[in-house]
Every structure is written in structure tokens, then in C-alpha cells.
């Protein structure tokens, strides 16, 4: 590497940092890998990757599954002159893909990390089963402990969102579950440091791995929404948005302003879609897809977003208080780190009725959007990338 790379690559590492005023160390010396579970959509995960690269840009992302179509999506801004390297997985053929847990898994456990000193995973699944050599750091940026062993195995078995093959994904799940529970505890072991992305998930972390770990908000594009936050009396109805699966209970959101005859924008799709448009009446509309801007643009004239799952952080509620937009959430999950009283209120019970006398309610309180929108830069892009900084220079002192 030139002079020249190593002073830039230096100034990128400690940007973030400096604009938070922070005294940071010359992280620039480090050989530095990142590892992920996967990179084929516009999620959190994949948004911690990007911003990861971008205190990196130098270091090679390793991934079990890429989908070249992100750099179509989203240009250069994404993963400017990022190295992707795709494990051996990325070769199977599509179908077998879904049933990919325990071939990952072996994957990232014999992937050579060898030359690096700094390993960062970001993983709600295998990456974590990656090995670095003896003196170096291993870093888990840990969305949840793996849903599929864990919290929601009850509901991956009954509903493992496979269509035609989910009674061979049931028997799969079935069979596997103790020794890959056993696996993935051991991985858990492994990483010399785990960040969790909200304090539900550091619980669960606690729960389930017995492990510690510091608490950093994954980032938000706060700028992308905040520009569409209109003033109260041009806010008409309610939205919710998500991939369209069980354990999101977009179903309950459906059938509460149905029964109370609210305007909801639905945005999304997924499995559960045909389903959803079986229970909802005609005040509720369905916008399967659309752009990154007309999202923010509906966000930011809904007089209120409902998330009514149990999420371990949720990004696109907090994109919502980013647009200005109060939030109803149900009060379980990573929404208790961000739903107040100032920003929203919560309903206690999975049900479509106490959803629906919430709502009710909530259809009749007035809110700060400037307030709601300004108290949501606390979990914009450079301050993840601070507080990261932040992170690594404590843990090498």
C-alpha cells in the first residue's frame, strides 16, 4: 500500500470519530477483514456492512451470498470499490439456498482469516463460526442470536416460509436443531467482543449465549426521511411497512384499522401478502413496492407507523421517527429503546382488538413531528461509525 492509500484509508477510519469530537489512536496499521452472513438485500444488516466498509474501506468482505444487483440498486454508494469475496456457498443453486444454515455454518468455520488482526462479523446467523488466528481481535456486531435455534424456532417450525417445501423444512428443523444449537453456542464462544444493536438484543445475547456486550444502535439513513416531514395538518392516515411474514403481525395492524375503519398504507410483500389482502377492507391499501423516496415521502405524511411486531431493533420504525412520524409499537423488543411518549405510545397485547382501541386512541393525540424528527439523529450513520470508533479504540488500550 502507498503512502498516499495509507494517509487516506487513515482519515476514513477516524472521520466519524472526529466529527463527535472524539480523540482517536491511528487505527490504520490493522489488516482488517469484515464478515457477514449474507449481502442480497436492503436491510439493517446489510446497512451495518456498508457502514463498516466505510470506516474500512480497505478491508475484503467476506459473505456467504452475494446479489450483484445491490451496486444496480444503489450505484457506487453502497460499496464503493468494496472487495466482496463469496465463500464457496454462492455457487449452489438457488433452491438449496433456503436450506443453507448448516452449510454456512461449515463455511465460515474453515474460512482462512489468517492475515488479518481485526475480524469484524456482523451476524444475526453464521458469521460469527469464523476463526482468526491466535493475537488477533474477533468483533460480533450481533443483530440477535440466531432466530431459527433460538426465540423463534416455535415459529420458523410452524411457519418456516419454504411454500411447497416447508414440510421438508420442518423435518429439517426438527432433526437439526440440537446439534446446530449445540454449534452455534460454541461459535458464540468465539469472538473476543460482542456489540449488540439494541438492549433487547444485548438481553437476548445474555439469554441465550451468556455472553456480555455494549449496546450500539445500528445506523439510519436519517437524512433520506427527514426531508419529507410534513406539518400535522398535511398528514392524512397510517402506514406500515416490512417484509410480509408471521412474526412481523402486519395481520394485526390490518385487522385493527379495518374494524375501525382507519386509512393504512401497507408497504411490502412477502408470504403472508395474499393473506393480508383476505382480512383487510377497503380502507386499507397495498403497495407491494417502491423507492427508497416514496417510501420516505409516505412516511412523512402519515399522521402515524405501525409496528406491530416484535422486532430486535427496527429500523423502519425509526425511519419512520426520522420522517417525523409518531409511532404505535407493540411494547416488546428493540421499539422500547425508541417509543415514548413524546414519540409514540405502545399497545400490551397481540391481539387485533387492544391493537385496535390503541389505535383508537392514538388517532386522537397530537405529537411534535420537528421534536420527533430531531430526536432520531441520535441514530444516524455517523454516529454508528463514532461509536464504533469509539468501541475499537477502548478495546486496544
Known amino acids: 500500500m502507498s503512502a498516499q492509500s495509507q494517509k487516506l484509508k487513515a482519515k476514513s477510519i477516524n ?37 463498516l466498509h466505510r470506516l474500512y474501506p480497505d478491508a475484503p468482505i467476506y459473505t456467504s451470498q452475494y446479489d450483484g444487483r445491490l451496486k444496480k440498486w444503489f450505484g457506487d454508494t453502497w460499496f464503493e470499490n468494496a472487495e466482496i469475496r463469496t465463500l464457496w456457498t454462492q455457487k449452489l443453486p438457488k433452491v438449496l439456498r433456503k436450506f443453507m444454515p448448516p452449510l454456512r455454518a461449515l463455511a465460515f468455520s474453515r474460512l482462512n482469516l489468517s492475515e488479518f488482526d481485526l475480524v469484524i462479523s456482523s451476524s444475526g446467523a453464521e458469521a460469527k463460526f469464523v476463526k482468526v488466528k491466535d493475537g488477533a481481535v ?63 438484543t444485548q ?42 411474514t408471521p412474526y412481523k403481525r402486519i395481520d394485526l395492524a390490518v385487522k385493527a384499522a379495518t374494524k375501525i375503519n382507519l386509512p393504512l398504507l401497507v408497504i411490502g410483500r412477502g408470504p403472508e401478502h395474499k393473506k393480508l389482502k383476505r382480512l383487510a377492507g377497503r380502507n386499507v391499501t397495498f403497495l407491494r413496492q417502491t423507492t427508497d423516496e416514496k417510501m420516505a415521502e409516505h412516511f412523512g405524511s402519515a399522521k402515524g407507523f405501525i409496528f406491530p411486531g416484535i422486532d430486535d431493533f427496527g429500523i423502519v420504525a425509526v425511519e419512520a421517527l426520522a420522517a417525523g412520524t409518531p409511532v404505535l409499537a407493540y411494547g416488546e423488543g428493540g421499539a422500547l429503546g425508541y417509543v415514548d411518549k413524546s414519540s409514540g405510545m405502545v399497545f400490551n397485547r397481540p391481539s387485533a382488538d387492544n391493537l385496535a382501541s390503541a389505535l383508537d386512541n392514538f388517532d386522537k393525540m397530537s405529537f411534535d413531528h420537528q421534536k420527533i424528527a430531531e430526536n432520531a439523529k441520535r441514530f444516524s450513520a455517523t454516529r454508528f461509525r463514532a461509536e464504533m470508533m469509539k468501541f475499537l479504540n477502548n478495546i486496544r488500550q
Open 138 to 200: 474477533h468483533i460480533t456486531y450481533c443483530h440477535a442470536p440466531t432466530h431459527y435455534y433460538w426465540a423463534r424456532y416455535e415459529q420458523y417450525l410452524k411457519q418456516p416460509g419454504f411454500g411447497w417445501f416447508n414440510p421438508l423444512a420442518r423435518l429439517g428443523l426438527k432433526l437439526l436443531v440440537g446439534p446446530m444449537r449445540r454449534l452455534d453456542l460454541k461459535a458464540a464462544s468465539r469472538p473476543d467482543y460482542f456489540v449488540a444493536n439494541s438492549n433487547y
Open 203 to 244: 438481553e437476548q445475547i445474555k439469554k441465550y449465549y451468556g455472553r456480555d456486550s455494549v449496546v450500539i444502535h445500528p445506523p439510519v439513513d436519517i437524512e433520506r426521511f427527514a426531508k419529507h416531514n410534513l406539518p400535522a395538518d398535511k398528514r392524512h392516515g397510517y402506514v406500515t411497512a416490512g417484509r410480509q
Open 15 to 51: 472521520a466519524a470519530a472526529k466529527d463527535y469530537g472524539l480523540r482517536t489512536r491511528d487505527l490504520s496499521d490493522l489488516k482488517v477483514a469484515i464478515v457477514c452472513d449474507w449481502l442480497i438485500g436492503t436491510g439493517g444488516a446489510e446497512r451495518v456492512v456498508v457502514e
